[in-house]
């Protein structure tokens, strides 16, 4: 069933799939909404920054230009009156340019419905897609389509949210300031930014802090081919035939100390956060089943005895084919918004890509982009100097 702006239909109580899917890169999210038409905190939303609400009945995963959210609507809570899902574009750019844009509701593999938007001409940057929402003890959908031609900042605000201020760090002389009295929860600022290192601008320093918390370093890919992982060889063969492509996530760690070493699923060295080096891989998605990707933590509390964290990807399964992975690394940490970086410039013949590096710059970090591409670990460790020796390994 087809809907136009406006339109509504019943939907059944039930586990959903709410699928954004549009015709170039676009922000997707979903908010808690309550009685007034707000949210009430950050748990409320969930979006590349934050992939699951506080109890999990909304969760979020992202290929390519598709974003889908899972809802479990007999679980959500009595006092949420709806949830509304929205699009926003990069800065710059607007819905018009989008090609096209589709909301549509699934349950159990079929499509209940669809809702596609007529985006010639628009020129807003930011829309409420859709939302669901209860009447009379039972769920409906509605399909939205209104506009905030003043961007996100419009959008978040009708929504009950207040957008940080840029994460930019200001002047030294500004932030030796008196710190302001904290706001309430409810009307804590929260950052639906993002911040993207590119050629044109391929570093950012963050302001200087005791205790960074978790920083947790995601790899997401298009993994709609992936096949199941088999044996590889460092720097090496990483299977091949006509298989889709499989990322594995890896960092390269140097402490004050001197201490240096690889953490990698290869050789099972997967790490640890409370004891040396402080990074630990979160597993291992050998199937390329995982809707989320892979992902990386690093302890913020003992950046203090981190030097340098370098960042790495590499192609385990599958014929070397960068710009078929729609790849992006995205780094979260608490009160920063995520910074992210694409992996789809590399060399087809080259495996291997040097992402990303995160330096203790005297007890701040600076993350810069570094985006370059290697046939294996062995170039990739003579490029930056590491001196380890390498050999065939595999899972």
Not at 21 to 46: C, E, H, I, Q, T
Not at 136 to 157: C, H, I, M, S, T
Request: with cysteine; aromatic share 8%.
């Amino acid at each position: 069933m087809n809907l136009t702006p406006g339109g509504n239909a019943p939907i059944p109580t039930q586990s959903l799939i709410i699928r954004v899917s549009a015709g170039a890169p676009v922000d997707a999210s979903s908010f808690r909404l309550y009685d007034n038409g707000k949210v009430r905190g950050d748990s409320d939303m969930v979006f590349y920054g934050q992939r699951e609400n506080d109890d999990k009945t909304i969760r979020y995963s992202a290929s390519g230009n598709e974003t889908m959210f899972t809802v479990n609507l007999p679980q959500l809570k009595q006092d949420v009156q709806k949830v509304a899902f929205t699009a926003t574009c990069d800065a710059g750019k607007t819905i018009g340019g989008l090609g096209t844009l589709t909301i549509q509701v699934e349950a159990g593999g079929t499509v209940l419905l669809s809702c596609p938007l007529e985006v010639n001409g628009r020129q807003e940057a930011a829309l409420i897609l859709g939302e669901i929402y209860r009447r009379n003890d039972e769920w409906k959908f509605r399909f939205v389509a209104q506009g905030f031609n003043g961007g996100l900042q419009p959008l978040a605000e009708h929504l009950g949210i207040d957008i940080a201020d840029d994460p930019t760090p200001a002047p030294a002389a500004a932030q030796a300031a008196p710190a302001p009295a904290p706001a309430p929860a409810a009307e804590k600022k929260v950052n639906l930014s993002k911040v993207s290192l590119t050629k044109e601008k391929p570093a950012i320093s963050l302001q200087k802090k005791e205790d960074y918390g978790q920083i947790r370093v995601n790899l997401n890919w298009n993994k709609a081919q992936a096949p199941a992982k088999t044996k590889g060889f460092l720097g090496g063969v990483f299977g091949g035939g006509n298989k889709g492509i499989d990322l594995d996530l890896a960092a390269y760690v140097e402490l004050n100390n001197g201490q240096r070493t690889i953490v990698q699923a290869l050789g099972s060295h997967f790490g640890s956060m409370n004891s040396e080096p402080f990074v630990e891989l979160q597993g291992d998605d050998r199937t390329g089943a995982k809707s989320d990707g892979e992902w990386l933590h690093i302890n913020g509390r003992q950046w203090k005895d981190i030097r340098e964290v370098l960042i790495f990807a590499f192609i385990y399964q599958g014929a070397p084919s960068w710009e078929n992975t729609d790849g992006v690394v995205t780094i979260n940490m608490p009160d920063q918004p995520p910074i992210e970086t694409f992996l789809t410039e590399g060399n087809n013949r080259q495996n291997m890509c040097a992402i990303a590096r995160l330096v203790n710059d005297a007890g701040s970090i600076r993350v810069e982009r570094i985006n370059r591409y290697f046939s294996g670990h062995k170039e990739l460790d003579e490029a930056f100097g590491w001196g380890f020796n390498w050999k065939a390994g595999s899972k």
